[in-house]
């Protein structure tokens, strides 16, 4: 009954767009992978979130109608196999060739948030080659990052007892105003937080987010990051709370990225503000 609802759940999520969905074997993992549209590839790598790539569904269709569009699901997380243990080196044997996998005649765009966009900053020091630009999005490790208290007792809560309530008190930490962002598509944000409910009760989707959070939250030393030699910039939501843009202002200060900033919007603006998302991705691509 349970993988019913999951599988319910999924299938709303994902309703009427414009991709079709594969598993494939990069490093020995099973992972299931989103692919849709025409043009120069896109790469889109979710954040720590349970329900893996399928998070990005919001501006899916709007991106594919320019590029072909890759949307994996990291090991343990949404549909793909857990591994062992998901740490820096491992996620890399995995991308790497994934991206071989999936995009074998051009390199990609990879846009990648939260602490998925720390997992992609430390792959591009020694990866580069397999990418032509990076999108770090509202990532904590591209500098001095400092989990916020009621972050901290938010996600101790939902992690020790994933309720729908719990849930509630996360989103809300999370999103600016999550009554606005729900009456966007309720019947879309209904299947996004019951799937990703379903998926935090499972015990390695568990041991996932524990493993990314201890990782993912530690600063990349800028000597580090330096190594980066393809195109970088940076996307942020203005009133992230989950991650302050102040962090991303440094780091756009230090490393000389642009920072490209999302009005009215918190940790997760392609869900909160697709459109104003969007007016800023093209003019990161432009630029």
Aim: hydrophobic share 40%; glycine share 10%; proline share 8%.
């Amino acid at each position: 009954m349970t993988m019913q609802l999951e599988t319910s759940g999924r299938e709303r999520l994902l309703a009427g767009l414009p991709v079709a969905e594969r598993r494939l074997e990069p490093a020995g993992v099973s992972t299931a992978v989103l692919e849709g549209g025409d043009g120069p590839p896109i790469v889109l790598l979710h954040g720590g979130i349970e329900c893996g790539g399928a998070v990005w569904a919001p501006v899916i269709s709007r991106l594919a109608e320019d590029h072909r569009v890759v949307v994996p699901d990291v090991p343990g997380l949404g549909e793909s196999e857990p591994v062992p243990r998901l740490d820096p080196a491992v996620f890399a044997d995995w991308f790497a060739e994934l991206l071989r996998e999936t995009c074998p005649g051009e390199k990609p765009t990879l846009i990648a948030h939260s602490l998925g966009g720390s997992l992609a900053a430390r792959f591009a020091t020694d990866h580069g080659r397999l990418l032509r630009r990076l999108l770090v999005y509202a990532a904590p490790g591209v500098g001095p990052y400092r989990m916020p208290l009621r972050l901290r007792a938010v996600a101790i809560r939902f992690g020790l007892r994933p309720t729908e309530g719990n849930a509630e008190r996360f989103e809300r930490f999370a999103l600016l105003d999550l009554d606005r962002t729900r009456e966007l598509g309720p019947e879309w944000y209904g299947a996004f937080s019951a799937y990703t409910l379903a998926r935090a009760r499972v015990k390695h989707v568990q041991r996932t987010m524990q493993q990314l959070i201890k990782s993912e939250t530690r600063q990349i030393p800028d000597s580090e990051l330096a190594r980066i030699d393809v195109p970088a910039r940076l996307l942020w939501g203005r009133q992230d709370r989950m991650v302050p843009l102040d962090l991303g202002e440094g780091a756009s200060a230090r490393l000389g990225w642009p920072l490209h900033v999302i009005d009215d919007a918190a940790h997760a603006p392609h869900i909160e503000q697709p459109e104003r998302f969007m007016a800023a991705l093209s003019s990161a691509l432009q630029g």
